[in-house]
Every structure is written in structure tokens, then in C-alpha cells.
């Protein structure tokens, strides 16, 4: 069975464009690791850094992890609020980009010391939104340069991108598998990988478990991150809510690669418990796992060998339903 666990920020204050004051009050980071620490089985975290609190110190923080048993298994540096709104590595100001440059090599100093596995790119403000805003291959050459200074200052440390197809950015540079792919390619470092996150590829109406397969077989899968949505928007919804066939589909990916790693939560319950959101999804993936085990694997290869859908479906829809 996986071990889980998730980005902080589940357990932190929601806010969108019309609740601005917030769905609940501000939360600290430290608050956040406890909050985490009363679900269940959760056993990482991925932390935002800065932290949520300008007084918190390293310190702080290793002393909340210590207390909940909870390790950090991953540092996401905070490159896309309102300093970097016109961009972090492709900001047209090159004052800005070595600002987001200088947080995130601060990031690997962090890493450090909470002994984080990885480091974590996500540029949400990377990209444009207007036709002849900027030139395509302008923003690509700075996403990538960016990128590639701080990945090769720390070549013992993993790195890893969360592409996304847009939000803040109404089209953000990093927003696809393949085009993440591409770029990791062309930047050439070895220890730079692919967050894949479920409810991304979903809303950039991708197949998580074929993209999956993609990004394994490229050697760049560093870690998953699950979730659900309306494929219209990064819903950020709970395990499974939405698709639980396509869900159930990635858990069979999973075990056909091999992941022997934690899954994350990356999940934003603006209007329900945090806690009891985060620990549903636990149950939710510890379900389908279970009904992953009662299928019969042989005959759903062989129907998949064939590309019979009727037969695969009725194998799947047997153990979900009672049907078949």
C-alpha cells in the first residue's frame, strides 16, 4: 500500500476573486503541518516557501514536523504571486527573473534543511493571455534559462515541473505533458523531472494514465499528485469524486510502472473540512486500490491486448457496479 501525503496548502486559507477576504482565516505554516498531522496515514508534505507567516523560521517548521511525525517531500518556492504577476522566469524584467531565480536557489537551501527530496517549479504566471502579447519563442527561451540556472546550481538535488494548462495565466508556457517534456529535453539536466498531477492533465483533457506512461517511459516521472475536477477548471475536488473510472485507471497505471512512491493531495476544500477532505481521499484511493486487487488482471489484459472496450468495460464495471 502507498504511502501519502500533500501540499500544505490543503490545510491552509482559501481565496478566490470574489471571496477575497477568504474562505477562513489566515493559517501559518506551522498551523498547516498541524492541521495535517490529524489525517490519517498522511505521512508527507509538500511546503510552500516562503512560509505562510513572516515571523516562522526554518526552525519553526522542522519543530511541527518533529511533533507530527510528518517529512517534507518537497519545497515549492513561491514564483507566482503578485511580484512575479507579469511573469517569474519570463518576466520582461530582468530584475524580476533573478529575483524568482534567487527564491528558488533559497528553496534549495530550505530543501536542505527539512531534507526535502525534491524542488518544485510551478510558474503559474509564466505565459500570456492576449494574441501579440510577446513573442512565443522569447517566453520559451526564458522559461527554459530560467529554469536551467537554478536546476544546474544544485546538480546533487531533484528537481521537478508542475505543468499546467493555464490558471493565473490564461496560457501558461509549461501547460502539457508534452510540451513540459520538450523543454526538460532541451535543458538537458538529468535531475530534472515531471510532477504529474491528475487533476492537470484531466483539465488539459489529457489521459492521465496514457500521459503517465508518457513521462515514466521518458524517465522524468519524479513524483503524482491526485485530485479531481469538471475537466473545465482546476477543480481541485476530492479523490476520485468525478472520474472514478478514469481514477481507478491511473492507480492501474501506477502499478504497471511500478510507483513504489508516496502519492500526494493536492486538493483546495474551500467550503469543507480539510481534514476530513484530505482523509476521504486517503479511503477513496485505499478503496480502488482494493477493487484493483479483486480484478481479474489476465482477462483485462487480454481484453486490452485485443482493444475490446465492451470486454475491458465489463471487467472494470463488474467490480465498480455489479455489472458485466
Known sequence: ????????????????????????????????????????????????YPFNSPTETVADVRAALDRTGIRAIAITPHVYMRQYAKGSFTNPDPKVRQAAIDLCKKGIEIAGELNATYLKFWPGQDGHDYPFQADYGRLWDLQLDGIRQVVESAPELQFAIEYKLKEPRNHMTLSTAARTLLGIEEIGAPNLGIVLDMGHSLFAKETPADVLQLVHRRGRLVSVEVNDNLREWDDDMVVGS????????????????????????????FREDPVGAATLSIKAIEGMERLLDRIDKAALDDAMERQDALAAQAIVLKEMVGAG
Not at 472520474?243 to 476544500?269: C, M, N, S, Y
Open 1 to 48: 500500500m502507498y504511502e501519502f501525503g500533500s501540499g500544505i496548502w490543503l490545510f491552509g486559507q482559501f481565496v478566490d476573486r470574489y471571496a477575497s477576504d477568504g474562505y477562513g482565516p489566515a493559517v501559518t505554516s506551522v498551523g498547516a503541518i498541524e492541521k495535517a498531522g490529524q489525517v490519517p496515514g498522511l505521512k508527507w508534505l509538500d511546503i510552500n
Open 242 to 269: 468525478v472520474h472514478p473510472v478514469e481514477t481507478l485507471e491511473f492507480l492501474w497505471a501506477l502499478r504497471k510502472i511500478g510507483w513504489q512512491k508516496p502519492i500526494l493531495l493536492d486538493q483546495f476544500p
